[in-house]
């Protein structure tokens, strides 16, 4: 068990997930062992191997802070890990860890996934809930949802039937034939996995490359820079085989959003035509949503535009066996391995891993925000107003040194991602340096 990589990871994550608990002295038996059964649950309902309590990091900043924690002392004369096991149901196999990172001490609690039946402790099973633990039988669809993966596995595009089996596949076979790929018209449904193995019915993957599947896929595009400000017009893609449908809205960001402007910033003696966005971060974002989207519940990625940026949100989490880092890095471990295969056989994309770093070398990782079921990208705009808007930030320093790049935003109306892509060019400028920790430093204007 590697404890410092596993640590570093759960620093990385936003917040906290469903099958990790961040504490720095806690100390409660009885809780404890609560604690194993929910994220011992929650871990099977996410995929994950197993669920992890880790003492020696705040969870609110997720700041390494060290810890105390005894995991060898004992409850009314019993050996904690006894007074443990003793009351868990089925056993299993938890295991207390310990290392150090810059000197500071960390506790990690290995905690395998539950298998076959729910992991219950004393005699109750619990579930996490967002960053809360909870009583499983107050959550029936949970408890359902969680004994149908233990009996069945996590669902998937190819495990779950299409509630429509009239489907047909012309559209597929002419994007096939104008990719100048062979499809067999008798093996096809075998040979891209379009059947349901356990039940022999049409699947979901089968419904999203129908000829018409009834989903939608859609672009708003909204007046302002916040969605209260009002939708402006909504752009159809969907309701079709989602190949076409990717394609509509890869060509509609490339061709239509994608206005070209005049920018003033370091400007000599000619303009320069710029686009608002990079294109080839755009289209790998748009791949990356379909590929990665939950579409269990039919629905599509939600793409909006506004007048400083585009959001590219997915449905869904980063997939059972990725990392944070991993994603980061273009480790290419899709949660739809059956479409991303599909994908690769067109040439729409190569699983090389390169879309997210591609993203990352222009945007920075910033511009990505994993919500509790959900990736959101931001890809902002470039605009004439840039040069003035790096010195308003500067001025803001300039009158608190403490504040927020969130507090920036608000004072400015200046979107939290633009501010935050702002302020990195800044740094690597060495205008701006960044003096302590991001929850309790301070800005210092260099230049």
Not at 123 to 129: A, D, F, G
Not at 207 to 236: M, P, T
Request: glycine residues 6%; hydrophobic residues 35%.
């Amino acid at each position: 068990m590697n404890v410092i990589e596993t640590v570093i990871e759960a620093k990385q994550m936003p917040h906290e997930v469903e099958w990790i608990e961040l504490k720095t002295n806690f100390w409660n038996p009885k809780e404890i062992g609560e604690y194993i059964s929910a994220l011992s649950n929650s871990a099977t309902i996410h995929g994950k191997k197993a669920g992890f309590m880790i003492w020696g990091i705040d969870d609110e900043n997720h700041q390494l802070t060290g810890t105390s924690f005894d995991y060898q002392q004992d409850v009314s004369n019993e050996p904690f890990k006894h007074f443990l096991a003793r009351q868990l149901n089925p056993s299993i196999n938890f295991e207390f860890y310990e290392d150090y990172i810059d000197d500071k001490r960390v506790v990690l609690l290995y905690i395998p996934a539950a298998k076959n039946v729910p992991t219950e402790f004393n005699k109750e099973r619990y579930i996490r809930i967002g960053s809360s633990k909870e009583n499983l039988r107050k959550y029936p669809q949970r408890e359902a949802n969680l004994w149908n993966v233990l009996s069945n596995g996590l669902p998937s595009l190819t495990n779950v039937d299409s509630e429509r089996q009239d489907l047909t596949f012309e559209k597929l076979f002419l994007y096939y034939g104008a990719k100048n790929k062979k499809i067999d018209a008798n093996t096809f449904k075998k040979n891209l996995n379009l059947i349901n193995e356990k039940t022999g019915n049409y699947n979901l993957l089968a419904l999203l490359l129908a000829d018409d599947n009834a989903i939608s896929c859609r672009i708003s595009i909204f007046n302002g820079e916040k969605k209260y400000q009002g939708l402006k017009s909504v752009k159809e893609f969907g309701n079709t085989c989602i190949l076409y449908a990717l394609d509509g809205i890869a060509n509609y960001g490339k061709d239509v959003l994608n206005s070209v402007i005049s920018s003033e910033e370091g400007r000599v003696l000619e303009r320069k035509d710029v686009n608002l966005f990079d294109n080839d971060a755009y289209r790998e974002a748009i791949i990356n949503s379909f590929v990665h989207n939950y579409w269990q519940h039919l629905n599509s990625p939600q793409i909006s535009v506004f007048s400083d940026r585009i959001e590219i949100l997915s449905h869904g989490t980063l997939g059972p066996d990725q990392t944070l880092e991993g994603f980061f890095n273009g480790e290419s471990k899709p949660v739809n391995p059956s479409l991303a295969h599909v994908f690769m056989q067109l040439g729409i994309s190569d699983r090389s891993g390169k879309g997210v770093p591609t993203i990352v070398e222009k945007y920075g990782r910033e511009c990505f925000t994993f919500g509790d079921d959900s990736i959101t990208l931001t890809i902002p705009f470039v605009t004439t107003k840039k040069k003035n808007n790096k010195d308003r930030i500067i001025n803001e320093i300039r009158t608190n040194s403490n504040i927020t790049a969130l507090e920036i935003s608000q004072k400015l109306d200046i979107s939290l991602p633009m501010v935050n892509k702002l302020i990195r060019e800044l740094k690597q400028n060495e205008i701006l340096v960044r003096k302590g920790s991001n929850k309790n430093g301070y800005w210092e204007i260099v230049k």
